[in-house]
Protein backbone atom coordinates (compact mmCIF):
# COMPACT_ATOMS: atom_id res chain seq x y z
CA UNK A 1 0.00 0.00 0.00
CA UNK A 2 1.50 3.16 -1.10
CA UNK A 3 2.17 5.45 1.88
CA UNK A 4 0.86 9.26 1.85
CA UNK A 5 3.40 12.06 1.23
CA UNK A 6 4.08 13.79 4.31
CA UNK A 7 5.82 17.02 4.08
CA UNK A 8 9.27 16.82 5.14
CA UNK A 9 8.58 20.33 7.63
CA UNK A 10 5.39 17.82 9.18
CA UNK A 11 7.19 15.35 9.67
CA UNK A 12 9.19 16.77 12.19
CA UNK A 13 6.28 17.97 14.31
CA UNK A 14 4.78 14.80 13.95
CA UNK A 15 5.25 13.89 17.94
CA UNK A 16 3.51 16.88 19.32
CA UNK A 17 0.74 16.62 16.95
CA UNK A 18 0.10 13.24 17.92
CA UNK A 19 0.35 14.25 21.65
CA UNK A 20 -1.85 16.83 21.07
CA UNK A 21 -4.73 14.57 19.57
CA UNK A 22 -4.41 11.82 22.09
CA UNK A 23 -4.53 14.31 24.73
CA UNK A 24 -8.17 16.03 23.02
CA UNK A 25 -9.63 12.73 22.89
CA UNK A 26 -9.32 12.15 26.47
CA UNK A 27 -10.51 15.56 26.99
CA UNK A 28 -13.51 14.47 25.15
CA UNK A 29 -13.96 11.32 26.65
CA UNK A 30 -13.72 12.84 30.56
CA UNK A 31 -16.25 14.64 29.20
CA UNK A 32 -18.80 12.06 27.80
CA UNK A 33 -18.28 10.03 31.07
CA UNK A 34 -18.51 12.80 33.64
CA UNK A 35 -21.43 13.79 31.97
CA UNK A 36 -23.19 10.66 32.44
CA UNK A 37 -22.19 10.76 35.62
CA UNK A 38 -23.73 14.30 37.00
CA UNK A 39 -26.64 13.02 35.17
CA UNK A 40 -27.21 10.15 37.19
CA UNK A 41 -26.18 12.08 40.16
CA UNK A 42 -28.92 15.22 39.42
CA UNK A 43 -31.32 12.34 38.41
CA UNK A 44 -31.11 10.51 42.35
CA UNK A 45 -30.77 14.04 44.12
CA UNK A 46 -34.49 14.15 42.46
CA UNK A 47 -35.52 11.03 43.63
CA UNK A 48 -34.63 11.64 47.43
CA UNK A 49 -35.93 15.42 47.68
CA UNK A 50 -39.17 13.78 46.11
CA UNK A 51 -38.84 11.31 48.92
CA UNK A 52 -38.16 13.83 51.84
CA UNK A 53 -40.99 15.71 50.13
CA UNK A 54 -42.97 12.91 50.37
CA UNK A 55 -42.34 12.18 54.43
CA UNK A 56 -42.60 15.81 55.20
CA UNK A 57 -46.31 15.48 53.87
CA UNK A 58 -47.29 12.60 56.02
CA UNK A 59 -45.13 12.20 59.12
CA UNK A 60 -46.73 14.89 61.01
CA UNK A 61 -48.86 12.32 62.80
CA UNK A 62 -46.34 10.45 63.34
CA UNK A 63 -43.48 12.62 64.46
CA UNK A 64 -45.89 14.90 66.59
CA UNK A 65 -46.89 12.17 68.22
CA UNK A 66 -43.06 11.54 69.42
CA UNK A 67 -42.75 15.04 70.13
CA UNK A 68 -45.62 14.43 72.89
CA UNK A 69 -44.84 11.43 74.08
CA UNK A 70 -41.11 13.04 74.99
CA UNK A 71 -42.71 16.24 76.46
CA UNK A 72 -44.72 14.08 78.46
CA UNK A 73 -42.04 11.87 79.86
CA UNK A 74 -39.56 15.16 80.64
CA UNK A 75 -42.97 17.07 82.30
CA UNK A 76 -43.82 13.90 84.60
CA UNK A 77 -39.96 13.44 85.44
CA UNK A 78 -39.80 17.09 86.57
CA UNK A 79 -42.99 16.79 88.48
CA UNK A 80 -41.37 13.72 90.03
CA UNK A 81 -38.05 16.11 91.19
CA UNK A 82 -40.45 18.72 92.01
CA UNK A 83 -42.60 15.90 94.75
CA UNK A 84 -39.42 14.55 95.62
CA UNK A 85 -37.91 18.21 96.29
CA UNK A 86 -41.32 19.54 98.21
CA UNK A 87 -40.90 16.40 100.09
CA UNK A 88 -37.53 16.89 101.42
CA UNK A 89 -38.53 20.73 102.19
CA UNK A 90 -41.88 20.00 104.37
CA UNK A 91 -39.43 16.94 106.33
CA UNK A 92 -36.59 20.07 106.89
CA UNK A 93 -39.83 22.53 108.20
CA UNK A 94 -41.07 20.07 111.08
CA UNK A 95 -38.20 21.78 112.99
CA UNK A 96 -39.72 25.11 112.62
CA UNK A 97 -36.41 27.80 111.85
CA UNK A 98 -37.91 30.36 114.33
CA UNK A 99 -39.52 28.93 117.00
CA UNK A 100 -42.43 30.22 119.02
CA UNK A 101 -42.83 31.04 122.72
CA UNK A 102 -45.67 29.35 124.38
CA UNK A 103 -46.87 30.76 127.23
CA UNK A 104 -50.00 30.15 129.67
CA UNK A 105 -52.84 32.16 130.45
CA UNK A 106 -50.72 33.72 133.38
CA UNK A 107 -48.09 34.59 131.14
CA UNK A 108 -45.55 32.16 132.46
CA UNK A 109 -43.39 30.52 129.58
CA UNK A 110 -44.40 27.08 128.92
CA UNK A 111 -42.08 26.32 125.91
CA UNK A 112 -39.32 28.52 125.54
CA UNK A 113 -38.75 30.42 122.40
CA UNK A 114 -39.32 33.86 120.32
CA UNK A 115 -41.85 36.41 121.18
CA UNK A 116 -44.59 36.53 118.09
CA UNK A 117 -44.46 39.59 117.31
CA UNK A 118 -40.25 38.86 116.71
CA UNK A 119 -41.60 35.35 114.50
CA UNK A 120 -44.33 37.47 112.64
CA UNK A 121 -41.41 39.78 111.60
CA UNK A 122 -38.74 37.27 110.50
CA UNK A 123 -41.24 35.17 108.96
CA UNK A 124 -41.49 37.94 106.30
CA UNK A 125 -37.74 37.69 105.63
CA UNK A 126 -35.60 36.10 102.52
CA UNK A 127 -32.60 33.72 102.89
CA UNK A 128 -29.68 35.72 104.17
CA UNK A 129 -27.92 35.17 100.25
CA UNK A 130 -31.92 36.50 99.09
CA UNK A 131 -31.58 39.58 101.19
CA UNK A 132 -32.44 42.35 98.17
CA UNK A 133 -29.53 45.22 98.06
CA UNK A 134 -30.62 48.68 98.05
CA UNK A 135 -28.66 51.48 97.46
CA UNK A 136 -25.43 49.25 97.60
CA UNK A 137 -26.05 48.27 101.27
CA UNK A 138 -28.28 45.25 102.26
CA UNK A 139 -31.82 45.96 103.71
CA UNK A 140 -32.25 45.98 107.34
CA UNK A 141 -35.79 44.58 108.02
CA UNK A 142 -35.28 43.85 111.22
CA UNK A 143 -36.33 46.96 113.36
CA UNK A 144 -33.69 47.85 116.82
CA UNK A 145 -36.12 46.17 119.15
CA UNK A 146 -36.72 42.90 117.20
CA UNK A 147 -32.95 42.98 117.02
CA UNK A 148 -32.62 43.34 121.12
CA UNK A 149 -34.88 40.74 121.62
CA UNK A 150 -32.98 37.59 119.67
CA UNK A 151 -29.67 39.44 121.36
CA UNK A 152 -31.36 38.54 124.55
CA UNK A 153 -32.78 35.35 122.82
CA UNK A 154 -29.43 33.94 121.61
CA UNK A 155 -27.84 34.39 125.44
CA UNK A 156 -29.78 30.96 126.24
CA UNK A 157 -28.70 28.96 123.52
CA UNK A 158 -25.88 27.17 125.44
CA UNK A 159 -27.77 26.65 128.06
CA UNK A 160 -30.72 25.08 125.70
CA UNK A 161 -28.32 23.20 124.38
CA UNK A 162 -26.86 21.66 127.34
CA UNK A 163 -30.36 21.13 128.45
CA UNK A 164 -31.08 18.64 125.48
CA UNK A 165 -28.34 16.32 125.91
CA UNK A 166 -28.35 16.72 130.07
CA UNK A 167 -24.91 18.64 130.45
CA UNK A 168 -24.47 21.37 132.40
CA UNK A 169 -23.66 24.25 131.45
CA UNK A 170 -20.21 25.34 132.00
CA UNK A 171 -19.39 29.02 130.93
CA UNK A 172 -20.64 32.72 131.52
CA UNK A 173 -22.45 34.68 129.17
CA UNK A 174 -20.15 35.22 125.84
CA UNK A 175 -18.27 38.70 127.09
CA UNK A 176 -16.56 38.47 123.34
CA UNK A 177 -15.70 36.60 120.02
CA UNK A 178 -14.61 33.46 119.65
CA UNK A 179 -11.74 31.75 119.18
CA UNK A 180 -10.59 30.80 115.44
CA UNK A 181 -9.00 27.31 116.98
CA UNK A 182 -11.02 24.08 117.33
CA UNK A 183 -12.28 23.05 120.58
CA UNK A 184 -9.86 20.83 122.54
CA UNK A 185 -10.29 17.38 124.21
CA UNK A 186 -11.94 17.15 128.11
CA UNK A 187 -10.04 17.91 130.60
CA UNK A 188 -10.30 17.60 134.20
CA UNK A 189 -12.75 20.12 134.69
CA UNK A 190 -15.14 18.90 132.62
CA UNK A 191 -15.40 15.82 134.42
CA UNK A 192 -18.96 14.35 134.61
CA UNK A 193 -21.08 16.06 137.44
CA UNK A 194 -23.87 14.72 139.27
CA UNK A 195 -27.06 14.20 137.51
CA UNK A 196 -25.51 14.58 133.91
CA UNK A 197 -25.71 12.70 131.13
CA UNK A 198 -23.75 13.71 128.61
CA UNK A 199 -20.88 16.18 129.08
CA UNK A 200 -20.40 19.26 126.86
CA UNK A 201 -16.86 20.38 127.13
CA UNK A 202 -16.16 23.79 128.66
CA UNK A 203 -13.83 24.74 125.19
CA UNK A 204 -16.86 23.49 122.59
CA UNK A 205 -19.44 25.41 124.67
CA UNK A 206 -16.98 28.40 124.36
CA UNK A 207 -16.63 27.84 120.57
CA UNK A 208 -20.25 27.67 119.70
CA UNK A 209 -21.19 30.69 121.77
CA UNK A 210 -18.72 32.51 119.34
CA UNK A 211 -21.25 31.18 116.72
CA UNK A 212 -25.04 31.71 118.45
CA UNK A 213 -24.49 34.90 120.74
CA UNK A 214 -23.43 38.59 119.77
CA UNK A 215 -20.94 40.54 122.20
CA UNK A 216 -22.45 43.60 123.94
CA UNK A 217 -22.41 46.76 121.76
CA UNK A 218 -23.95 47.51 118.60
CA UNK A 219 -26.91 45.35 117.26
CA UNK A 220 -26.10 42.72 115.29
CA UNK A 221 -27.17 43.39 111.44
CA UNK A 222 -30.58 41.48 109.58
CA UNK A 223 -28.25 39.21 107.82
CA UNK A 224 -26.36 38.02 110.98
CA UNK A 225 -29.22 37.53 113.14
CA UNK A 226 -29.96 34.73 110.27
CA UNK A 227 -27.27 33.34 110.02
CA UNK A 228 -26.95 32.80 113.72
CA UNK A 229 -30.17 31.43 113.85
CA UNK A 230 -29.32 29.00 110.96
CA UNK A 231 -26.67 28.27 113.32
CA UNK A 232 -28.68 27.51 116.07
CA UNK A 233 -31.59 25.83 113.93
CA UNK A 234 -27.90 23.41 113.17
CA UNK A 235 -26.80 22.94 116.46
CA UNK A 236 -30.29 21.73 117.95
CA UNK A 237 -30.59 19.20 115.18
CA UNK A 238 -27.25 17.72 116.27
CA UNK A 239 -27.99 18.17 119.83
CA UNK A 240 -31.35 15.88 119.32
CA UNK A 241 -29.23 13.50 117.42
CA UNK A 242 -27.37 12.75 120.23
CA UNK A 243 -30.35 12.72 122.82
CA UNK A 244 -31.86 9.93 120.62
CA UNK A 245 -28.65 8.18 120.50
CA UNK A 246 -28.36 8.50 124.48
CA UNK A 247 -32.41 7.46 124.73
CA UNK A 248 -32.17 3.99 122.58
CA UNK A 249 -29.89 3.03 125.83
CA UNK A 250 -33.32 2.27 127.67
CA UNK A 251 -34.55 0.32 124.72
CA UNK A 252 -31.81 -2.09 124.56
CA UNK A 253 -31.66 -1.83 128.32
CA UNK A 254 -33.62 -5.14 129.59
CA UNK A 255 -34.39 -2.48 132.62
CA UNK A 256 -36.03 0.06 130.56
CA UNK A 257 -33.56 2.36 133.14
CA UNK A 258 -32.79 6.16 131.32
CA UNK A 259 -29.20 6.36 130.65
CA UNK A 260 -26.89 7.86 133.19
CA UNK A 261 -23.60 9.60 132.28
CA UNK A 262 -21.05 6.09 133.33
CA UNK A 263 -23.50 4.03 130.69
CA UNK A 264 -24.61 6.38 127.84
CA UNK A 265 -23.57 5.81 124.38
CA UNK A 266 -22.75 9.06 123.82
CA UNK A 267 -20.93 10.47 126.98
CA UNK A 268 -18.75 13.56 125.61
CA UNK A 269 -19.13 15.82 123.42
CA UNK A 270 -15.60 17.35 122.60
CA UNK A 271 -16.17 19.30 119.63
CA UNK A 272 -19.02 20.28 117.08
CA UNK A 273 -18.14 22.77 114.33
CA UNK A 274 -19.99 23.92 111.79
CA UNK A 275 -20.63 26.41 109.07
CA UNK A 276 -17.53 29.14 109.77
CA UNK A 277 -15.96 27.30 112.40
CA UNK A 278 -15.73 23.94 110.21
CA UNK A 279 -12.18 23.06 109.90
CA UNK A 280 -11.01 23.40 106.26
CA UNK A 281 -7.34 22.30 105.68
CA UNK A 282 -5.25 25.31 105.63
CA UNK A 283 -4.34 24.50 101.43
CA UNK A 284 -8.26 24.99 100.76
CA UNK A 285 -9.01 27.65 97.90
CA UNK A 286 -9.87 30.76 99.00
CA UNK A 287 -13.50 31.03 98.21
CA UNK A 288 -14.77 33.23 95.37
CA UNK A 289 -12.14 32.16 93.04
CA UNK A 290 -12.70 30.66 89.66
CA UNK A 291 -12.71 26.82 88.58
CA UNK A 292 -9.83 27.55 86.32
CA UNK A 293 -7.00 29.40 88.03
CA UNK A 294 -6.28 30.85 84.97
CA UNK A 295 -9.87 32.44 84.71
CA UNK A 296 -9.97 35.98 86.32
CA UNK A 297 -11.91 36.06 89.75
CA UNK A 298 -15.20 36.24 89.61
CA UNK A 299 -16.60 39.22 91.13
CA UNK A 300 -19.08 37.56 94.39
CA UNK A 301 -22.02 40.51 95.73
CA UNK A 302 -21.64 41.46 99.20
CA UNK A 303 -24.54 39.42 100.66
CA UNK A 304 -22.86 36.38 99.21
CA UNK A 305 -19.41 36.77 100.86
CA UNK A 306 -20.16 35.46 103.99
CA UNK A 307 -21.66 32.14 102.40
CA UNK A 308 -18.21 31.90 100.84
CA UNK A 309 -16.73 30.40 104.00
CA UNK A 310 -19.86 29.07 105.54
CA UNK A 311 -21.07 26.45 102.90
CA UNK A 312 -19.43 23.63 100.78
CA UNK A 313 -20.04 21.39 97.61
CA UNK A 314 -20.85 17.61 97.18
CA UNK A 315 -16.83 17.10 96.90
CA UNK A 316 -16.34 18.62 100.71
CA UNK A 317 -14.29 21.54 99.06
CA UNK A 318 -15.06 25.56 99.55
CA UNK A 319 -17.71 27.09 97.07
CA UNK A 320 -16.36 28.88 93.93
CA UNK A 321 -17.82 31.91 92.06
CA UNK A 322 -20.04 30.19 90.04
CA UNK A 323 -21.23 27.74 92.95
CA UNK A 324 -21.82 31.06 95.48
CA UNK A 325 -23.52 32.78 92.54
CA UNK A 326 -26.38 29.69 92.34
CA UNK A 327 -26.84 30.77 96.03
CA UNK A 328 -28.58 33.61 94.95
CA UNK A 329 -32.31 34.64 94.58
CA UNK A 330 -33.48 33.39 91.31
CA UNK A 331 -36.19 35.77 91.04
CA UNK A 332 -34.20 38.72 91.43
CA UNK A 333 -35.02 41.53 88.81
CA UNK A 334 -30.59 41.11 88.35
CA UNK A 335 -30.61 37.36 88.07
CA UNK A 336 -28.88 35.71 85.25
CA UNK A 337 -31.83 33.80 83.21
CA UNK A 338 -29.28 31.25 82.12
CA UNK A 339 -27.71 30.64 85.20
CA UNK A 340 -28.94 27.27 87.03
CA UNK A 341 -30.24 28.13 90.51
CA UNK A 342 -29.08 25.95 93.82
CA UNK A 343 -31.92 23.20 95.13
CA UNK A 344 -30.08 23.46 98.75
CA UNK A 345 -27.28 24.11 100.07
CA UNK A 346 -24.37 22.14 102.37
CA UNK A 347 -23.58 23.34 105.83
CA UNK A 348 -20.28 21.38 106.51
CA UNK A 349 -20.04 19.68 110.10
CA UNK A 350 -17.63 18.15 112.39
CA UNK A 351 -18.15 16.55 115.71
CA UNK A 352 -15.84 14.50 118.18
CA UNK A 353 -17.83 12.61 120.69
CA UNK A 354 -16.55 9.82 122.77
CA UNK A 355 -19.67 6.96 121.94
CA UNK A 356 -19.95 3.29 123.56
CA UNK A 357 -19.30 1.47 120.21
CA UNK A 358 -22.29 -0.51 120.46
CA UNK A 359 -24.29 2.34 119.42
CA UNK A 360 -22.05 3.72 116.57
CA UNK A 361 -25.00 2.38 114.31
CA UNK A 362 -27.41 4.06 116.07
CA UNK A 363 -25.86 7.39 116.43
CA UNK A 364 -25.54 7.42 112.27
CA UNK A 365 -29.11 5.86 111.84
CA UNK A 366 -29.82 9.04 114.22
CA UNK A 367 -28.44 11.60 111.45
CA UNK A 368 -29.76 10.08 108.51
CA UNK A 369 -34.09 10.26 110.15
CA UNK A 370 -32.81 13.96 111.38
CA UNK A 371 -35.44 16.52 109.85
CA UNK A 372 -32.26 18.43 108.79
CA UNK A 373 -30.69 15.49 107.35
CA UNK A 374 -26.85 15.17 108.23
CA UNK A 375 -25.17 13.10 105.28
CA UNK A 376 -22.20 11.37 107.29
CA UNK A 377 -19.18 11.59 104.64
CA UNK A 378 -16.49 10.07 107.11
CA UNK A 379 -16.00 7.92 110.42
CA UNK A 380 -12.86 7.21 112.08
CA UNK A 381 -12.46 6.30 115.77
CA UNK A 382 -10.09 4.88 118.55
CA UNK A 383 -10.69 3.10 121.39
CA UNK A 384 -10.59 4.88 124.75
CA UNK A 385 -11.16 2.67 127.24
CA UNK A 386 -8.92 0.02 129.32
CA UNK A 387 -5.77 -0.19 128.34
CA UNK A 388 -4.77 -2.37 131.06
CA UNK A 389 -8.30 -4.09 132.27
CA UNK A 390 -6.21 -5.66 135.05
CA UNK A 391 -5.47 -2.78 136.42
CA UNK A 392 -8.51 -0.84 135.48
CA UNK A 393 -10.80 -3.47 137.78
CA UNK A 394 -8.13 -3.62 140.70
CA UNK A 395 -8.96 -2.41 144.28
CA UNK A 396 -6.22 -0.80 145.39
CA UNK A 397 -6.41 2.84 145.25
CA UNK A 398 -3.67 5.29 143.19
CA UNK A 399 -0.34 6.35 144.91
CA UNK A 400 0.53 9.69 145.79
CA UNK A 401 2.31 9.98 141.87
CA UNK A 402 -0.06 8.16 140.12
CA UNK A 403 -2.92 9.76 138.06
CA UNK A 404 -6.75 8.56 138.57
CA UNK A 405 -7.24 4.88 136.93
CA UNK A 406 -9.11 4.09 134.26
CA UNK A 407 -12.76 3.70 134.60
CA UNK A 408 -14.05 4.07 131.30
CA UNK A 409 -16.37 1.16 129.73
CA UNK A 410 -14.26 -1.19 127.65
CA UNK A 411 -16.76 -0.30 124.29
CA UNK A 412 -16.32 3.62 124.51
CA UNK A 413 -14.27 5.15 121.63
CA UNK A 414 -13.46 8.65 120.54
CA UNK A 415 -15.45 9.38 117.01
CA UNK A 416 -14.96 11.83 114.65
CA UNK A 417 -17.72 12.17 112.15
CA UNK A 418 -17.21 14.29 109.01
CA UNK A 419 -20.39 15.32 107.20
CA UNK A 420 -22.98 18.02 105.94
CA UNK A 421 -26.47 19.33 106.59
CA UNK A 422 -28.48 19.96 103.66
CA UNK A 423 -30.55 22.98 104.23
CA UNK A 424 -32.87 23.31 101.17
CA UNK A 425 -34.18 25.94 99.35
CA UNK A 426 -38.22 26.39 98.74
CA UNK A 427 -39.36 24.83 95.10
CA UNK A 428 -39.23 27.30 92.46
CA UNK A 429 -43.29 26.86 92.51
CA UNK A 430 -43.16 28.23 96.41
CA UNK A 431 -40.31 30.76 95.46
CA UNK A 432 -41.57 32.30 92.46
CA UNK A 433 -43.87 34.80 94.49
CA UNK A 434 -40.57 35.54 96.39
CA UNK A 435 -39.03 37.64 94.52
CA UNK A 436 -36.64 40.49 95.69
CA UNK A 437 -37.11 44.15 95.43
CA UNK A 438 -34.88 45.44 92.27
CA UNK A 439 -32.05 48.19 92.93
CA UNK A 440 -32.60 51.20 94.72
CA UNK A 441 -36.23 50.17 95.57
CA UNK A 442 -36.83 49.89 99.09
CA UNK A 443 -38.39 46.35 100.00
CA UNK A 444 -41.66 45.54 99.95
CA UNK A 445 -43.02 44.88 103.40
CA UNK A 446 -43.25 40.96 103.23
CA UNK A 447 -41.38 40.96 100.54
CA UNK A 448 -40.40 36.76 101.07
CA UNK A 449 -42.71 34.38 103.43
CA UNK A 450 -42.21 31.77 105.65
CA UNK A 451 -41.48 29.24 102.60
CA UNK A 452 -38.36 31.42 102.23
CA UNK A 453 -37.14 31.55 105.92
CA UNK A 454 -37.26 27.75 106.55
CA UNK A 455 -34.22 27.84 103.78
CA UNK A 456 -32.61 30.26 105.74
CA UNK A 457 -30.20 28.55 107.60
CA UNK A 458 -27.54 25.68 107.62
Known sequence: MPKLPIPEKLQKSMFWIVIGVLSLFAVVIWWLGTSAVAT????????????????????PTANQATVDAIQKEAAARKKSMMDAWKRVYDNQRKEPFWPLQ????????????LPKEFVEAAQKLPPPEWIPMVRGQMAEQLTEQHKEIYRNYAKRQIADLCAIVGSNHRIAERRGPATAQPATRADASDEAQPG????????????????????????????????????????????????????????????KEPAQHYNAPVKI?????????????????????????????IPIPDVLKRAANRYINERGKRLKGEELLALGNPNAPDADPNRSSAQYKLAPVF???????????????????SPLTVEVKDVT??????????????????????????????????????????????????????????????????????????????
Not at 220 to 240: C, K
Open 40 to 59: ARNADIATINSYFTTIGAAA
Open 102 to 113: ELDPNGTVIKPG
Open 196 to 255: EVCVWVTASQQAAAGMLTFPEGANPSTQEIIYAQGNVWAYQALFNIIRATNESYKEANPR
Open 269 to 297: IHEISIGERFPFKEDEARPGTAANPEEPE
Open 351 to 369: MRLEVDQRFLGRLLVECAN
Open 381 to 458: FNIVGHADRAAATADDAPGPNEGPKETKNFYDMTVDITGSILVYFPPQEAAAAEGAPAEETPPAEGAATEEATAAAGG
